[in-house]
């Protein structure tokens, strides 16, 4: 038995992970999965972004179910209980279980789930957001859990703009609608005729702490707030490079760093993961110049055929990667727990309630 594990006693051979070190171990690889589906993701995750009160909770069946989970309190006005949630966040592209070798993933949840009900304390809810639309995870949750009696529901979650690649550079930006590309051309023209502009891509692991250094320096410039999780990005750089999954680009002005990207690049799909900007630079569109180049560089490099862009709807994706996806979140209640008999009467009956009403 692995450290920091314990075992259920039942049929379903069930090892539940508590110690993060453990995970690039324990998890399986799966074969088509994403940079998310790893260990390695589920441990920089782990060590850096559980919040107080969770408890790591990484669950492996004996039916090839793996299942990276969180406990966490529950409330509901008076009424408190336990939370069984996806090891996630708004840093999550993606989430889904993983299966190995599972004949039906259907009845593999149901008889996780069965299991979970049988828990004491007895989990009120369980949460999965980020779960993708078109996979075999979302369908086996839906229906795995409520074969096990709970009460399921799924919500949109977040959009995900992405782009097959095909063909070239040159081909792929004369696609772009010319309102993008004259800003950007003109933009960059202006940029160069008033700095030395130089642009840096870094995947080195050695190199890791100088693509932290500049990364933070940018993001620090930038528009946006610190960082809630201040130790996710540094540790994400750190391990994804060495994990072969990480790429930083920095576009340099007279050899200052004003533009920055993380890229995360697993298995031939690249998610452009974070982005940032000096504020300074604002009107030369610096962080757009930086996403042409970091795109021909992915059409000349050759290991790329997708590239999306992470998280959310905002209009600028679509002008640079035209197809959209959704991602969902699946609850699923249990009511004969007080918690979550409030939250079935609070929240699933009344949008089962809309949705028969308005048939949406």
């Known amino acids: 038995m692995c450290s920091g594990a314990s075992r259920k006693p039942d049929d379903l051979r069930l090892l539940i992970h508590r110690d993060p070190a453990t995970l690039d171990d324990v998890l399986p690889d799966v074969g088509d999965g994403d940079f998310y589906d790893t260990g390695t993701w589920y441990r920089v995750f782990a060590e850096t972004c559980l919040d107080p009160g969770d408890r790591l909770s990484v669950e492996i069946t004996g039916d090839g179910v793996a299942l990276p989970m969180r406990e966490r309190p529950d409330r509901v006005g008076p009424f408190g209980g336990v939370q069984l949630a996806w090891l996630g966040n708004y840093y999550t592209c993606r989430f889904g279980p993983l299966f190995t070798g599972t004949s039906d993933a259907s009845e593999a949840v149901a008889a996780w789930g ?4 049988r828990r004491t304390p007895r989990p009120a809810r369980l949460v999965f957001s980020a779960v993708d639309e078109r996979s075999t995870g979302l369908a086996a949750l839906r229906e795995g859990l409520r074969r096990a009696s ?3 529901e ?3 979650d977040f ?6 690649v095909s063909g070239d550079f040159d081909g792929y930006w004369s ?3 010319a309102r993008l590309r004259n800003t950007v051309e003109r933009k960059e023209r202006a940029l160069r005729r008033d700095h030395a502009v130089e642009l840096d891509i870094i995947d080195n692991p050695a190199e890791a702490e100088r693509a932290i250094d500049l990364y933070e320096r940018v993001h620090a410039r930038s528009w946006k707030e610190p960082e809630p999780y201040p130790h996710f990005i540094p540790t994400l750089i750190r391990e994804g490079m060495t994990a072969g999954a990480v790429r930083v680009g920095i576009l340099l002005a007279d050899g200052e760093p004003v533009a920055s990207q993380l890229w995360i690049v697993w298995r031939g799909r690249a998610t452009i993961f974070k982005l940032s900007y000096d504020e300074r630079l604002r009107k030369l569109s610096a962080g ?4 042409r180049h970091m795109m021909r560089e992915a059409f000349r490099v050759g290991d790329i055929v997708e590239i999306d862009f992470g998280c959310g709807d905002d209009p600028y994706k679509k002008d640079w990667l035209p197809e959209r996806r959704q991602r969902w979140t699946l609850t699923a209640y249990d009511p004969l727990t007080a918690c979550g ?6 929240r699933y009956l009344p949008r089962l309630i809309r949705r028969r009403l308005t048939g949406i």
């Open 150 to 152: 709970y009460l399921v």
């Open 154 to 156: 799924t919500t949109e």
């Open 341 to 346: 008999a409030a939250h079935t009467l609070r």
């Open 288 to 291: 757009s110049v930086l996403t």
């Open 114 to 117: 069965r299991e979970v009900r």
């Open 175 to 177: 696609g772009r609608g």
């Open 159 to 164: 959009g995900n703009w992405y782009l097959p």
